[in-house]
């Protein structure tokens, strides 16, 4: 047998300390059906809606291993303080979820073997005195978390759902010594110019009769011989080679991120063996640093990286289901985003998130999980067991070309500032030297940061290296001030409570409307520990600057009006703040959204909600993150700044046009240019050079009342006309007086059974669009729609045996809507 053994696992839980080791008093009392890989809570079928005191007992796990002969139990991953027993015989220990293990059974006899794993108290073990750290931080309720390697969410008061992950979260399996079996892989593809550079150093551990053995490497076509020596049952293997005009990767927004399948191929008189080695790419990264920038170069290719900071969608387990990680991660793509970033407050993702987004052409910025505490390096065996984990998920990670940066952890310089510790208590050497030492050592060319954030005459200033920027959000700057901030990297920021659309508060209140008074609404709205106010509060002051509206006095009269302007508010924010780090002359390299979906239901701070629907600010966020896009920037005096970005490898052909809207009917401005955009580079207009004429565009003079509401950017192809971008720019804020008689005209066109086309449009400027449409996606939500013109919007079925269609279509300033059904 070898390969996993995930059926016949058993559980049962037991008060700490209780049991020592297996005994007698296992035939006694109930045991459960236990999932394995995956965690207690997923055994006993419960939700983020349904915590449990999982940190606060033991559990104990057995099973069956039917297997004979030499062999290696490897364990992929146990959450957190696991013993191992075998037969009745202690075989391991561990107290790191993030480290596998793997444990030889050379004389292992004739089956059945019971295999036992009992999962300490994490309670219990905390209960225990350690030395006192050198500052305390308000993340985590109990200090001596800093001691256990563990993942910290369901430990986090205030924004993680209370669910803790126990358990054999990865998976356990049993590797026979009776054939050919990869013990170890070191793997490295980069390039240099168009020249593709492969390192490769392996060891395979040989059955005795495998003792005349040749070895390939097999990269696309190419085939690579390897220089193979044997040491009793281990063969090493070894080559270094260049691959000249080999097709590169880049992120997805700058050109294709091309794959060849890797292979290591055995030979001898016993037969062939195979050895996967997954599929790579071969890519250049640096960060250029000159004059303070923080700018990620692909290739040789300045990459404004942007996107989110990734968030499990599945909290219970810390594995989605294929499916919904594929979805996952292309609602990323097709938005935009070309980064995102794993953090340290998380998990080291599976296998298959890396794969995926080596295939979508997603970055991801790697922080090592360590995050706010005082960790105790000084430990030596603390020290040893994260020297482990390291050198594991570097010796993982390294094949693939989607890391593009390690960072050793997250906000762990700022904690120490903000608590007033003088500059050198802020970080240890750990970080400083020896972490960025084992990463150019096993995964050599990726850029490393010490801490997110870091630099500066303080971690956290903006102006200095990496900043987590949050002025326009919880600090509740005005816009300018992302000017102002002049952000060179963020890999954190723009943190909202994002109100999700009414289909998943229905799913969260299925019995009664949920009202923004309810404890239950509150409980899932984010917030910091330690602080007196929220993320609804933030929201909250935005909307009553962007709508002149007074937000208590809404959510108690309007509801629902108060939900809908929630969600405009916060997209809204995001497009103009990107708006300001892409525009012409930004020295911004790259922002990062903080979560990219919810953990549980609710307004947490996702542009997905927790069951994978993008809420309105992912829509928003896709026309800002767009590779070919256009922007308006708020110049003051001089006007909009109109901003042409072109991210592809090739030209751009385009026509720019602007229009300025004086009420829902009255175009009173109009002027156009053709351009060409270069590629990988963005062109700068003046609005008021387009129009030719004085018209206070962004409102700045103020020589009367406003003569227009709304500055319409739109982006055309040259070639076929077809729209590619817009903005709309709102001089007088977002309050735009209610519109009656829209003239709302829709037509449908069945493209395919599973696909269609909505051809919308209205005699009124309609803002902030939304649709509805139970077991249909389209392409585009929240948008504005202009008098006269027709919006193709294309619809894609959920599942294989779509409903009939029917959309449900609403805009932000008028009452009146339009519901349209498709053919039967």
């Not at 500032?417 to 060319?445: I, K, N, Q, V, Y």
């Not at 809420?615 to 070919?628: Q, T």
């Not at 013109?789 to 609403?810: C, D, I, N, Y």
């Amino acid at each position: 047998m070898t390969g996993p053994f995930g059926t016949g696992w058993q559980l049962r839980p037991t008060e700490p300390g209780l049991h020592a080791e297996p005994g007698p008093w296992m035939n006694e009392g109930p045991w459960a059906s236990a999932v394995v890989p995956g965690t207690v809570a997923q055994t006993l079928g419960l939700s983020v809606d349904q915590p449990g005191a999982f940190d606060s007992q033991d559990w104990w796990y057995r099973t069956t291993l039917n297997a004979e002969g030499p062999g290696t139990l490897n364990f992929e991953g146990l959450a957190t303080l696991a013993e191992v027993w075998l037969d009745g015989r202690f075989i391991l220990q561990s107290r790191n979820m993030f480290r596998p293990h793997e444990v030889d059974l050379p004389d292992l006899g004739a089956g059945p073997h019971e295999l036992v794993i009992r999962f300490r108290s994490l309670e219990a073990e905390l209960a225990g005195r350690r030395p006192r750290p050198r500052w305390k931080t308000s993340l985590v309720r109990n200090q001596n978390l800093r001691w256990i390697r563990t993942t910290l969410l369901g430990r986090i008061p205030g924004w993680t759902p209370p669910i803790q992950a126990v358990g054999p979260w990865r998976a356990v399996t049993w590797t026979s010594w009776d054939a050919p079996a990869m013990r170890w892989l070191d793997l490295r593809t980069w390039a240099v110019g168009t020249t593709g550079r492969v390192e490769l150093k392996a060891v395979v551990r040989l059955p005795a009769q495998w003792a005349k053995s040749e070895a390939l490497l097999r990269v696309g076509k190419q085939q690579l011989a390897l220089r193979a020596s044997r040491e009793g049952d281990a063969l090493h293997l070894e080559g270094a080679f260049d691959l000249p005009e080999i097709p590169l990767w880049w992120p997805h927004t700058h050109g294709a991120p091309q794959l060849l399948d890797a292979a290591i191929e055995l030979s001898s008189e016993e037969g062939n063996r195979s050895f996967p080695c997954g599929r790579v790419g071969f890519k250049a990264v640096q960060v250029e640093r000159a004059g303070g920038l923080v700018q990620v170069r692909v290739n040789g290719v300045a990459v404004f990286a942007r996107g989110a900071c990734w968030t499990t969608s599945d909290m219970v387990t810390l594995a989605a289901d294929p499916p919904a990680l594929r979805a996952s991660l292309t609602a990323a793509r097709d938005a935009g985003a070309n980064m995102l970033r794993v953090g340290g407050t998380m998990t080291y993702e599976t296998e298959a998130f890396y794969t995926l987004c080596d295939e979508l052409g997603l970055m991801v910025w790697q922080d090592f999980m360590f995050a706010n505490m005082d960790y105790p390096f000084g430990d030596e065996p603390f020290r040893a067991d994260v020297e482990a984990e390291i050198v594991a998920q570097l010796s993982r990670l390294q094949k693939h070309p989607c890391i593009t940066v390690y960072c050793g952890s997250s906000e762990i310089e700022q904690q120490a500032a903000m608590l007033g510790l003088p500059r050198p208590d802020w970080s240890s050497p750990f970080f400083a030297t020896e972490l960025p030492a084992t990463c150019a050592r096993l995964h050599p060319g990726i850029p490393y940061f010490p801490s997110t954030p870091c630099e500066g005459a303080l971690p956290f200033h903006t102006g200095t290296g990496l900043t987590h920027y949050y002025g326009v959000g919880a600090y509740r700057r005005p816009l300018a001030d992302a000017r102002a901030a002049a952000v060179k990297f963020t890999p954190e920021c723009l943190g909202f409570s994002h109100v999700p659309d009414a289909a998943t508060m229905d799913h969260l209140s299925p019995e009664a409307p949920l009202l923004p008074h309810q404890p239950l609404w509150k409980a899932r709205v984010p917030r910091d520990s330690g602080a007196g106010w929220d993320f609804e509060d933030v929201r909250d002051h935005y909307l009553r600057e962007g709508f002149g509206v007074d937000p208590v006095a809404l959510r108690a009269a309007d509801p629902e009006g108060y939900y809908a302007r929630s969600r405009v508010v916060t997209g809204e924010l995001i497009r103009r703040t990107y708006a300001e780090w892409r525009r012409a002359g930004s020295t911004c390299g790259g922002a990062l959204v903080w979560f990219w979906n919810d953990l549980w239901p609710g307004a947490g701070w996702g542009l997905l909600d927790s069951l994978g629907r993008p809420k309105a600010a992912y829509w928003y966020a896709r026309r800002a993150w767009a590779p070919r896009s256009i922007h308006l920037s708020d110049e003051g005096l001089d006007g909009l700044g109109v901003h042409v970005v072109n991210d592809s490898p090739a030209p751009l052909e385009a026509q720019v046009e602007l229009e300025l809207w004086q009420g829902p009917r009255t175009s009173v401005g109009k002027g156009s240019e053709a351009l060409r955009v270069a590629p990988f580079s963005t062109e700068l207009r003046s609005a008021d050079a387009l129009l030719g004429t004085f018209t206070d565009i962004t409102y700045a003079y103020r020589f009367g009342p406003p003569k227009h509401h709304a500055t319409v950017a739109r982006l055309r192809d040259a070639v076929t006309g077809d729209v590619i971008s817009e903005d709309v720019h709102f001089p007088s804020g977002l309050a735009l007086a209610p519109v009656e008689n829209v003239g709302w005209r829709a037509e449908v066109q069945v493209t395919t059974s599973t696909e269609l086309i909505l051809k919308l449009s209205g005699s009124a400027f309609l803002q902030s669009v939304a649709v509805e449409a139970p077991g249909w996606r389209p392409d585009d939500d929240y948008f504005h729609l202009v008098p006269g013109q027709v919006k193709h919007l294309r619809f894609t079925a959920l599942g294989e045996s779509p409903r009939r269609f029917k959309a449900h279509l609403s805009a932000l300033n008028t009452a009146e809507t339009l519901t349209v059904r498709g053919p039967e």
